[in-house]
């Protein structure tokens, strides 16, 4: 099973990509001479109504916030276990608890990525879903398309 959906991944992938190229090139702005605003571009790829754009802002702005005050704790102990490692002895005990709170503060960085994502996927209609899931499918097959390209392949 695993086969034929990789294989009908790679097949279809290409042909759905050049069919909704010059579609992805208007709704995405700027190409390789400038910069494209990641929020316009899921924004149109999923065709997101202005109702859910203003949920979904609001989502992002809350996961910023949780987020950074754990990203500014995760630096500053693992400066603290940098410190710690390069003690002329370092203290195991101090290093394996600094490991710990660097390791539950990622943890929790994860968790609310998690939260995050699902709340933004109760905002989706069906369609915009499996538009999502499609996506997903195709990032996770991403990387072999160098190797295609190499062999000539794709």
Known sequence: MKKTLLLVCIVLLPLAALAQHHQFRTMAGPGPDGPQDPFRVVTRFLELTPEQEEAWRALMEGLRAQQQPLAD??????????????????????????????????????????????????????????????????????????????????
Do not use: C, W
């Not at 290093?95 to 994860?110: C, K, N, S, Y």
């Not at 538009?131 to 190797?147: G, I, Y």
């Open 73 to 154: 704790q995760v630096r500053s102990l693992e400066e603290a276990l940098r410190e710690a490692m390069t003690a002329p002895e370092p203290d195991p005990a101090a290093v394996g608890a600094l490991v710990l709170e660097i390791h539950a503060l990622r943890d929790q960085m994860r968790l609310n990525e998690e939260a995050y994502r699902a709340a933004f996927e109760a905002l989706l209609t069906e369609a915009q879903m499996v538009k999502l899931q499609r996506l997903r499918q195709a990032a996770e097959l991403a990387p072999l398309f160098p190797a295609f390209r190499e062999t000539r392949l794709m």
